[in-house]
């Protein structure tokens, strides 16, 4: 009975997985779990990143890996999205509570660099911001 469930999950499974291979200048997307995106990269918006900036593949090394051409912020643990200031603040009301929100202008963010975050999630994370005010 075990056997026969096994047999059936890998047939599900090998319908939807397919053998990639990659060559020299293909630009690939590095995917990261979600726990380590959210730990890393942070959210954007109400999204976690799933995968970040497409890379180039430099070489292939074995069967499945490949040497990429990685960015200088990934190389030192950090990613492009660091805050620059806090630009401005308000209250929202949700419901039955009050919620202090900043505007946040970041460095090195494509797209738009201005988000509105918690302030109490701002304080944990970046301190330095607060020492103004």
């Known amino acids: 009975m075990m056997l026969a469930a096994q047999d059936c999950q890998k047939s599900y499974s090998d319908k939807k997985q397919r053998p990639m291979t990659f060559e020299f200048g293909d630009s690939v997307l590095l995917e990261v779990s979600s726990w ?3 730990i890393r990269f942070g959210k954007i918006g109400k999204l976690i990143p799933r995968f970040i900036a497409p890379f180039k593949v430099l070489r292939r ?3 499945q890996a490949y040497k990429q051409e990685f960015l200088e912020e990934l190389d030192d643990k950090r990613f492009f999205k660091e805050p620059e200031a ?3 603040h308000k209250t929202k009301k949700l419901q039955r509570k009050m919620v202090e929100l900043v505007l946040v202008r970041w460095k090195h ?5 201005l988000t509105w975050e918690t302030k109490s999630n701002m304080m944990k994370r970046y301190p330095h911001l607060f020492d103004d005010a």
């Open 36 to 38: 380590k995106g959210l």
């Open 61 to 63: 090394i074995g069967n």
């Open 86 to 88: 806090i630009v401005d």
């Open 109 to 113: 963010l494509n797209g738009s660099n």
